[in-house]
């Protein structure tokens, strides 16, 4: 049924789901969030002895980028690829990733005091900021619709706000946030492109 006949049955007006769909489609926010879902999904997967001595890291073009502490782990898991790429397809669907790219070489982060430790909820928008959002989100004529994407919006910029404040800056390549000190992230490192 076509976009047109679910207008002429709910008298005009698209169901809501339909719309984030087609701004998601369009986007190609699927894709990336079933990506993310599979980062996140690593440790479950890998298990709590394994998962204590990895982190993964980022997504890639379907390969996900997961770094062990020690040379060791990254040839034994290696070894296992096949076995955790069936269990990750498990977990998040197929084709999402294609691959998994062990590497070693994490550090486990410092800890910080938590008098010290900001989070982004915590960081205030300009006035220039807001005015921005709400421009951005004017044109979206359903009421419901337009709060979210203001709030997903701001959540946004003080995500992004805060990684400036808290030392994460932008890979050189691929413009992913990183910690480290590198001019690239760890995945634009292993594909070895030159810009």
Known sequence: MGGSSRRRQTGGAAPLSHLLEGVMGNLDLGAKLKEQLARGAWARVAGRVVGAHTRAEAVRDGILIVATDTPAWAQELHMRRGELLGKLEAAVGPGVIADI???????????????????????????????????????????????????????????????????WHRCGRCGQWQRTGKRWCASCLHTGKKV
């Open 101 to 167: 790219h062990f590497r070693s070489g994490f550090r486990p982060r410092k800890v910080e005091s938590s008098a010290n430790r900001t989070r982004p909820a915590d960081v205030a928008l300009s006035e220039k900021q807001t005015r921005e959002i709400a421009r951005a989100s004017a044109r979206i004529q359903d009421p419901q619709l337009r709060a979210k994407a203001e709030r997903a919006f701001s959540s946004l910029t003080r995500i992004a706000e805060w990684r400036k404040g808290s030392g």
